[in-house]
């Protein structure tokens, strides 16, 4: 198994949607396909971190439609979806047994690509497709997702 290319592409959903990634860890976690009971983020198969990343992804989810939301590429948003990029990659090589400190890089730095490489795609199918922003969102929604959870399941 390719831990690097794992890791790279939960950080890459991270960056398309930084909350989506946490949650379905979180899930596989709690539900045991992955095995986080012997390490130090064992909180994220807990009820709560279920209930708290799930409801924050569905928040996520909503807010990236508002025309409001400050894109993805500012400081702010940059950074949470390096962080949880990280905190993913870090699940899963710790469910693997492998050094934890790599895992948080690659993922962290698969969320830089995917923040810069989404926002992009996004904003060239628009102009290219003369669709409606919310049309590629929805879209980008749902990649996020299947690629955390083609990712948890292998």
Known sequence: MNYIALALGMGFAAGLRSLTPPAVVAW??????????????????????VVIFSLLAVFELIADLLPQTPKRTAPVPLVARILMGGLCGTC???????PLIIGSILGAVG???????GYEIRRRLVATLHIKDIFV??????????LACFIVTR
């Open 28 to 49: 596989a976690a709690h539900l045991g396909w992955l095995n986080l009971s012997d390490s130090p983020l064992r909180f994220m198969g807990s009820t709560i971190a």
């Open 92 to 98: 899963l090589y710790a469910a693997s047994n492998q």
């Open 111 to 117: 969320g830089v690509i995917g923040a810069f490489a």
């Open 137 to 146: 969102a929805l879209l980008e929604d749902l990649v996020a997702i299947g």
